[in-house]
């Protein structure tokens, strides 16, 4: 019963992490949209393309260790499903493998998302800062008030900025949850 309960808690945090993981990849669509709407309002962000490179390639680098995380639960579900009784020293073994690699591939992908979203700060500050003095208007001449919540918010849209909104973290938590 504790090694399915213990599944069912892998499953949960997952599923979590991967919602987590959609609702950045929207704020990496979002940002590059604030970031062309700061240069059409002149404001010139120092050393945009490696800072967007850097967020990308971190975004990635979390992805990657998730999807790593998910192979090893993966693995690990039908050892757990297919016997529950005394487990022989290699069974033990082979499980505590997986069970450590769903540990680290979570570590090292929370690492990675904590890494993108110090850089996605920092460039949304510069937006925020550049935008500040050049009172952005739509294009259709009304006034756009930006602060770092409407960029750092992937479900936020404001009003003379084209940005989609994001999707609930929740629902999507639900898909990976059950597709793992």
């Known amino acids: 019963l ?5 599944m069912h808690g892998w499953m949960v ?17 979002k940002l590059n949209k604030w970031l062309t709407f700061a240069e059409n309002k002149n404001v010139t962000i120092a050393d945009r393309e490696s800072k967007v490179n850097s967020f990308e390639a971190k975004l990635e680098e979390a992805e990657n260790f998730y999807k ?15 016997k529950t009784g005394n487990l022989t020293d290699s069974e033990t073994g082979e499980r505590k493998a997986l069970v450590d690699s769903i540990k680290n591939g979570m570590k090292a992908a929370k690492n990675s998302l904590k890494e993108a979203r110090e850089i996605l ?13 050049k009172k952005p208007e739509t294009d259709s001449g009304r006034p ?4 770092e919540e409407n960029i ?5 849209a404001v009003d003379g900025v084209d ?4 999707e609930s973290a929740v629902t999507i938590a639900r898909e990976e949850a059950a597709e793992l």
């Not at 750092?152 to 936020?156: E, N, R």
Request: charged share 20%; glycine share 8%; net charge negative.
């Open 68 to 82: 790593s995380a998910v192979e090893s639960f993966r693995q690990l579900k039908p050892l757990v499903a297919s």
């Open 121 to 133: 700060v920092l460039l949304a500050k510069e937006i925020v800062s550049g935008l500040k003095d």
């Open 2 to 6: 504790n090694h399915l309960l213990d």
């Open 13 to 29: 945090a997952l599923g979590h992490f991967g919602g987590i993981l959609r609702q950045a990849e929207h704020l990496d669509t």
């Open 144 to 147: 756009v008030t930006v602060v």
């Open 152 to 156: 750092l918010d992937p479900a936020i």
């Open 163 to 166: 940005v989609e909104e994001g």
